[in-house]
């Protein structure tokens, strides 16, 4: 597989190509190999990029007890879960490409596995692996989830669904530490990936969110992919609540030639605006102290 004509295109903006290059077996066709597989298995938390019904972009989160992910074979992912109604991927069709980002929060794990949803029935979702590996634990915010009552694959339950940010979904953002951006390619299908950074962050400017691209590792698979389609999508949770919020809707990197003095600014910025807003709440769900 290697890097699509948009990764490379931000990797030698980027002025990164030669380092980039030496991680392209990174982008080739992975496996998940018997380590990947131990830590698939002690998973809580993973969170699928894909399509609905209608085809609108979504990343929504899967929480569940260790062991409902399952490496069923080296190219072969198994999710013993599915999406409740309120999710807006509930009912998503089969046989389209999905990115999906494992988490582990306490231990600042995680893990990328891109390929094609094979699979949707009432025993869950199956991956077909066609990109597997693992990132940094940079920018990872550490905390312990638990859901009460043990419940095996917890529920959501709808509070809103529009067209637009509400205050409470503003102040949610603004207060966030960590997010998830999904991202897509005509070609080279869908990637999920994990955000993270001081709270504030995010910034929203009227019904538009931006926040600054960090440092990572070079790869740029989401902002490759966004230089070739805008199509994009974001989930923000507050963990103490369990308040979801997923935004679908388009985004655009724009770059500064003059840089500051924070080892944090690269010179690039994401914009996001959203087309549509998904609210829900995941009963239990609060963190281990």
Request: glycine content about 12%; proline content about 6%.
């Amino acid at each position: 597989m290697g890097f699509h004509g948009g990764e490379l295109a931000v990797q030698a903006r980027a002025g990164v190509a030669e380092r980039a290059g030496q991680l392209a077996a990174m982008a080739g066709q992975g496996r998940l190999r018997p380590a990947t597989a131990e830590f698939l298995a002690a998973a809580r938390l993973a969170v699928l990029t894909a399509r609905d019904s209608a085809g609108r972009l979504w990343i929504s989160p899967l929480l569940g007890p260790a062991g409902f992910l399952r490496a069923v074979t080296p190219m072969t992912l198994h999710i013993d879960s599915r999406f409740p109604a309120a999710d807006p991927l509930y009912g998503l069709p089969a046989n389209q490409p999905a990115g999906l980002v494992v988490i582990d929060l306490a231990a600042r794990r995680r893990f990328r596995i891109n390929g094609v949803l094979t699979g949707v029935a009432a025993t869950g979702l199956t991956i077909d692996v066609e990109q597997a590996y693992g990132n940094c634990p940079k920018y990872i915010q550490p905390r312990r989830l638990h859901v009460a009552g043990g419940a095996s694959t917890p529920g959501r339950t709808p509070v809103f669904a529009g067209d637009a940010l509400r205050p409470q979904d503003r102040r949610l953002i603004e207060r966030a530490d960590t997010f998830f951006l999904g991202t897509t390619h005509p070609t080279a299908g869908g990637d999920g990936s994990h955000r993270g950074g001081s709270a504030g962050f995010v910034r929203v400017d009227q019904d538009r969110l931006c926040w600054a691209d960090y440092p990572g590792n070079n790869l740029f698979n989401s902002l490759g992919n966004l230089a070739v389609d805008s199509t994009a999508a974001l989930v923000f949770v507050d963990f103490s609540s369990g308040t979801t919020l997923q935004l679908s809707g388009t985004a655009a990197v724009t770059w500064r030639d003059e840089m500051s003095s924070d080892e944090h600014d690269t010179g690039r910025w994401v914009t996001f605006t959203p087309k549509r807003v998904v609210v829900t709440e995941v009963p239990g769900l609060y963190l281990e102290s």
